[in-house]
């Protein structure tokens, strides 16, 4: 419906008018009346009226100079002259104006309609080509935004309109390919400046926006997109317009990072693990030794410190994936040395592991359940006169920190401890006490040296429950106290 403004100071000219044809039926609303130019002044300002109909004599403020006036402050109304005067001054005032046509008073019925339904179709056709234009311009300027993030210059009129701005960019990337239109309402608009869409992932400006409401936002969008698989990247630190493509490069190296860190929702550039985590060079044998053992939490624990160690590389999926493979293949290798009789994957019980795994948490969960269900068909335990003490040592080597005696040994692995005892100390030449605390000793020089750890903590750390037995064992068997010992060798590393 376009709105219709009577102005006129003849109260029976504006009932008339209003009623001398069913204005609903060709497309009008008669929205409001006014009896002078003032007030009709004051209704268009509030009420924006597609068509005003304007006495040309009025007392106070005229017709004429109303319409200066709205001219003047740009509202883009349509008018059209009422007068009781063939006066051809008026006439030519009102084409000066831009009126759209001049009706005498009484206003004839049959000369009214022609007019109203001219004046609809030119309202149709100005205001589909004014939504065109604003459409293209928002499409160009969004279009010069795109470049300009990709690494082409901005126009200088529009670096110099954000120059004293601050903005922050993030990123949302999909697993699966996204329905544009369905993530576009999902994204809360009102703190969010501009978004963009370059090729599937998509990116979103903010300009002078808190960090903190940046985050509530992706919470909030987390929550309403929950059915599919995605994460926000972000560059938490904010930037000035110059430095966006810049910011828009580290956004694309997270982007890289969604199969390592996939189970995150929100991945922030601070978030990032040091690229020095290594992995332990007898990562294989580790996890062989627990899953003979079938000790679950340290293979859980060995899987943590494989997913750090990929995270912190920043490796491609395809990498990981072609290490994974080649990782489970030695793994394999090794286990079915000692037990000839487990079951090997296929390489079709591979592909489907991969397959169905999105992330790398995924995948890593799956070939643990893989190496868990192994785990149930050996008997780590399981030993020959030729191998028994070097099961055992790789047992202590393992699980030094456990309450183990000799007894506890003879039990696990089903020998007489008597027995045990003597053939321990034949083919090792010591005592089993004596090899436990040496184990024990040299764990411990370690976690004094290496890591940030109280002299209480070693002790318990390599199983002793008692900090003075250990103090005791540790000074007859290096030497010095452990504080002498760590302080020493740490200002040497110094």
């Not at 010069?144 to 004293?164: P, V």
């Not at 050996?378 to 183990?404: H, Q």
């Amino acid at each position: 419906m376009l709105k219709v403004l009577l102005v006129d100071d003849e109260p029976l000219i504006r009932e008339g008018l209003s009623s001398v044809i069913d204005w609903n039926e060709y497309g009008y609303q008669v929205v409001g009346t006014a009896e002078n130019g003032k007030v009709g002044l004051e209704k268009i300002r509030e009420l924006r009226p597609d068509v005003v109909f304007v006495d040309i004599r009025m007392p106070g403020l005229s017709g004429i100079d109303m319409v200066k006036q709205v001219k003047k402050e740009g509202y883009p109304c349509k008018f059209v002259v009422l007068s009781g005067y063939s006066n051809f001054t008026y006439a030519q005032q009102s084409i000066r104006l831009g009126m759209e046509s001049y009706l005498l008073k009484p206003v004839d019925e049959e000369e009214l309609i022609p007019l109203i339904q001219h004046l609809q179709k030119k309202c149709i056709s100005e205001n589909l080509l004014h939504s065109q234009i604003h459409e293209y311009e928002t499409m160009t300027e969004k279009e010069e935004w795109k470049e300009f993030l990709q690494g082409r210059k901005m126009n200088n009129s529009l670096l110099k309109l954000y120059q004293n701005d601050t903005f922050h960019i993030a990123s949302i990337t999909f697993i699966d390919r996204p329905d544009k239109k369905w993530v576009e309402e999902k994204i809360a608009k009102d703190q969010l400046y501009k978004y963009f869409w370059i090729d599937q992932v998509m990116y979103l400006l903010f300009r002078d926006c808190e960090i903190a409401t940046i985050k509530r936002l992706f919470q909030s969008a987390n929550r309403l997109m929950a059915v599919r698989q995605h994460q926000f990247q972000l560059v938490e630190e904010g930037t000035t317009i110059e430095k966006l493509p810049e910011i828009v490069n580290q956004l694309k190296q997270l982007q890289r990072l969604h199969f390592s860190y996939g189970s995150r929702t929100i991945l922030s550039n601070e978030e990032l693990l040091p690229e020095d985590h290594c992995l332990a060079n007898d990562w294989i044998e580790a996890v062989c030794r627990s899953i003979e053992f079938e000790e679950n939490n340290k293979l859980d624990c060995y899987f943590v410190e494989l997913e750090k160690y990929y995270q912190a590389n920043q490796y491609q999926s395809q990498r990981i994936v072609a290490e994974l493979i080649e990782f489970t293949k030695d793994i394999y290798t090794k286990l079915s040395k000692a037990n000839t009789d487990i079951h090997i994957p296929s390489n079709e019980e591979m592909a489907i592991i991969i397959c169905e795994s999105r992330t790398l948490k995924e995948l890593l969960s799956s070939l643990k359940d893989q190496l868990n269900q192994t785990a149930s068909e050996i008997n780590g335990f399981a030993c020959n006169a030729e191998n028994t003490i070097e099961k055992i040592i790789e047992y202590v080597e393992m699980f030094y920190y456990k309450d183990l005696n000799l007894k506890v040994i003879a039990d696990l692995f089903n020998y007489n401890r008597s027995y045990l005892g003597k053939k321990f100390k034949k083919q090792t030449g010591n005592y089993f006490h004596h090899y436990l605390d040496i184990v024990r000793m040299e764990k411990a020089k370690l976690f004094l040296i290496e890591e940030d750890l109280k002299v209480y903590e070693v002790s318990e750390k390599v199983g002793y429950s008692n900090n003075d037995y250990f103090y005791k064992k540790f000074k007859k068997y290096v030497g010095v106290s452990p504080k002498e010992f760590q302080k020493k060798h740490r200002k040497q590393h110094v």
